[in-house]
Each structure stands twice: as structure tokens, then as C-alpha cells.
């Protein structure tokens, strides 16, 4: 069984938005110590298809969120669905 979080948002600037990396979420791991065991895992868009490939790359803030960077960019609508971690 693979572990599936949320894409949570874009990272964005303060003038400019990149659609290759975006901060995901995923239940249960709800501090940087335990989001820090994610990086270097692979993750996968849209569950099942797998069209979207990346690796999450760094945490992001204190509540366990961290950053994937994708292959191709995301469209504006993964925005709130589910990825999956693949390897």
C-alpha cells in the first residue's frame, strides 16, 4: 500500500509562481522531524496514471509539509487532489 498526501499549493514568490514544485501534505506526518524522512521519495500525479513524476526535495515550514519537484509542471487543477509516493 502506497502513502498518499495532498498538493497543498504552488511555490510561489512574490512576483512569479513555479509549476514544477509544489508543497504537499501528507496526514500524519505533522512536524518538520518526521516530514524530513520523506525526501528523496518519489511521488506520482494524478493516483493510478502516474503522467506526473517527481521527488520531494526539502520540508517546507514547521508542520510537516515539503516540497516535490516535478518533472513537467502540474496543471492549475492538482490543486487539493491526492499524489502518491511510488518509491
Known amino acids: 500500500m502506497s ?3 495532498y498538493i497543498v499549493n504552488f511555490r510561489i514568490g512574490p512576483k512569479s509562481q513555479n509549476p ?3 508543497i504537499l501534505y501528507f496526514p500524519g ?3 518538520r522531524s518526521s516530514a524530513s524522512r520523506l525526501i528523496g521519495r518519489k ?3 494524478p ?3 502516474r503522467t506526473h513524476r517527481g521527488i520531494i526535495v526539502a520540508t517546507h515550514g514547521r508542520r510537516g509539509h515539503v516540497r516535490a519537484r516535478f518533472r513537467r509542471g502540474l496543471p492549475g487543477h492538482a490543486l487539493g487532489t491526492q499524489v502518491e509516493i511510488i518509491g
Open 43 to 45: 511521488v506520482a500525479w
Open 20 to 22: 514544477r514544485e509544489c
Open 47 to 49: 493516483v493510478g496514471k
Open 3 to 5: 502513502l498518499v498526501g
Open 29 to 31: 506526518y505533522d512536524d
